[in-house]
């Protein structure tokens, strides 16, 4: 008897755990509504007043600097193997200083090609390297 009623309070007790709410003041923990992609940086996020003051380059390096992390040289003959290049627009690849160029105001979204990725839309000019695809207003 005095068995069943020491299970019976642990199980209330561990239900009364389970069901209180952690957070101090009573108050729900507040839900972050803002969906941040790995590999997407959002009119929304360069509408942030921080980074539309700058350049579209400082606003990659300040919103996700792995952008812009090169594979390193992989080719004697080609300098540029391995380089992140830019894309504006659908426009052949150039190169990532070129965004310096931009304002975050004028770009609707800023999407990241790993190599494997780009390799398949731009071949061997991608120079088994990232591609950073700019679609402007």
Avoid: W
């Avoid at 108050?27 to 700058?54: G, N, Y």
């Avoid at 004028?106 to 950073?132: F, K, P, W």
């Amino acid at each position: 008897m005095i068995r069943t009623r020491l299970c019976i309070a642990a199980a209330l007790a561990f239900v009364a755990a389970c069901t209180s709410n952690p957070t101090p003041g009573g108050d729900p923990a507040p839900v972050s509504t803002v969906t941040r992609h790995t590999d997407i940086i959002t009119a929304e996020e360069l509408a942030d007043p921080s980074i539309a003051a700058v350049n579209a380059l400082d606003a990659v390096r300040r919103l996700r600097p792995n952008f812009l992390m090169s594979r390193g040289a992989s080719s004697m003959k080609n300098t540029t193997a391995g380089s992140v290049h830019v894309s504006i627009d659908g426009a052949p690849l150039i190169t990532v200083d070129n965004l310096s160029r931009l304002r975050p105001a004028q770009i609707a979204e800023i999407r990241y090609l790993n190599a494997a990725d780009a390799a398949q839309r731009y071949g061997t000019s991608a120079g088994s390297g990232a591609v950073i695809l700019v679609r402007s207003r």
